[in-house]
């Protein structure tokens, strides 16, 4: 299969249900009104050219285990929303300072810090908004679903994951919390978009399972590659700047093991993922597809 | 009835419940370890002597509807915990830059701009993440209160609200924008507690109507008589110092209308919300002695 062309055909679908959940332009249907100001710097760094690979990650998921259709849209678009959401907080001066992000200036660059911090805060609301509109889907797995995506997005997550990065700057840390920053802060997102597909597609336990240890895989061998990249990649291919987890004195998979040990650790988890599938036929491909390049990209 | 006592009440099984969702000490459950500092942070803020006005307020309704038991505390209290990460997110440099709330230093104070912008994020989406955990509520009916707790804090909403208070500073606004302000800011919360209640109390359509006229009323008026009290109350029993949105030149209704109108359609808004109460009996007493303990209280 043509995996750029899948990567490009996915995230165009996911960009359009993300313009229709946050058009360019009001609806001004009642109660819907809200500051144009907001509007931007939301669209501003939902827009920026993001990969989409969360969403991207549900719906292979969700074909793959037999889901039709659209009603894994409002969830994978959500956790694109989720996802931006911590980029824009994570860029602010108080966390990273990051004053690029896709090439862009970042949010809070562009609107200033507090419409950074509001526009982080609406885009994560508005996904919580997003999965629990009423729908087709029984509403006992969207429960789960968005649970899920909840404790991967906060203090046992996502949140938890950030607060452990920016207390290990500059110390030593050992390679037990580089594992626990890793799996929280970028993991744990990464395999609920997995999880979420399976479980909104009709997959059974046993799918989940293997499809679990897939998104462990890749959700950790996503964030090593993120830092090698970090080290080794090329800013115009990035479009931020390299080198800050070294001037930061980030704890990092390079960092502790080298770069050379930490492209084999890559590796060796892009492959555990694939085997992750093994069970299953061509359905799972593209996920295949997706780890390889997870692990392979060069931005 | 002694509301006094009531509210006392409803408070201590409001704070227990809130101490065992966000223990001191960590459970160390499988994948629910956090940072020690984070856990410190957000109970930093949401145990600092907050009144509960909206747990109570959505246990008040469920109770006038019929509703029994435990189930409606998970959503009480992640309203408080919406409310919580609101406070602490305003309370950052880059928004109203404060430094003490209900007497105590704000989080970002004590823990730094970082960790107050990482608490902030935890606590609302740990309040996503606690009400959407299998419970012995309907699904639908959950689905549907979360989503509209989900407007009511959002861009819509809170976010919606605060982006047009900040804008507003220093500026001569109209009345409808100060209108805008109140009933997003505060309002959309205040009122989505009272319909928690009611729905997940199986209130049926036309007790959720008059509930809602009730919640409109008393949601404006909470901020009303917050910004009354700015003006002209006692900062040692607001905890925190008055006069501020005469220095920032905020939009108030004190700033535009006076103290003495202010308070006249405070006074209004309370016996609206009440009268919308008038078909049902004693059940709805807790909710009318609310609604006059939020205009006459002193802090």
Do not use: W
Request: proline share 4%; aromatic share 6%.
């Amino acid at each position: 299969m043509d995996i750029k062309k899948y990567l490009q055909e996915k995230k165009e679908v996911v960009d359009k249900a993300l313009e229709s959940y946050l058009p360019k332009q009001s609806e001004k249907k009642d109660n819907e009104e809200f500051p144009v100001s907001l509007r931007q710097a939301m669209r501003h760094s939902l827009f920026s050219g993001g990969k989409r690979i969360r969403p991207i990650l549900s719906i292979a998921a969700y074909e793959a285990v037999g889901g039709k259709g659209d009603k894994i849209l409002p969830f994978a678009c959500a956790l694109e929303m989720i996802h931006t959401y911590s980029l824009i907080h994570d860029d602010l001066p108080a966390i990273d300072n990051d004053d690029y992000r896709r090439g862009n200036p970042t949010c809070h660059k562009v609107f200033g810090e507090a419409m950074g911090i509001l526009a982080g805060d609406g885009l994560l609301t508005e996904a919580f908004r997003l999965m629990t509109k009423q729908s087709m889907n029984d509403p006992r797995v969207v429960l789960d679903v968005v649970n899920d995506i909840a404790r991967a997005s906060g203090i046992s997550g996502m949140v938890g994951g950030q607060v452990a990065d920016i207390e290990s700057e500059g110390k030593g840390v050992d390679f037990p919390t580089v594992e626990y920053i890793h799996t929280h802060k970028t993991g744990a997102l990464i395999l609920a978009s997995v999880r979420s597909g399976v479980k909104l597609g009709g997959g059974n336990d046993e799918t989940l399972k293997a499809f679990t240890g897939y998104g462990e895989k890749i959700g950790l061998a996503f964030q090593i590659v993120d830092d090698i990249l970090n080290v080794e990649g090329k800013a115009e291919l990035l479009g931020k700047s390299t080198g800050s987890d070294l001037f930061k004195k980030k704890a990092t998979y390079p960092s502790l093991l080298g770069i050379e040990e930490s492209r084999k650790r890559a590796g060796e988890l892009m492959k555990s993922a694939i085997d992750a599938l093994q069970p299953f036929g061509s359905e799972v491909e593209p996920l295949k597809e997706i780890a390889r390049f997870i692990v392979l990209r060069e931005s």
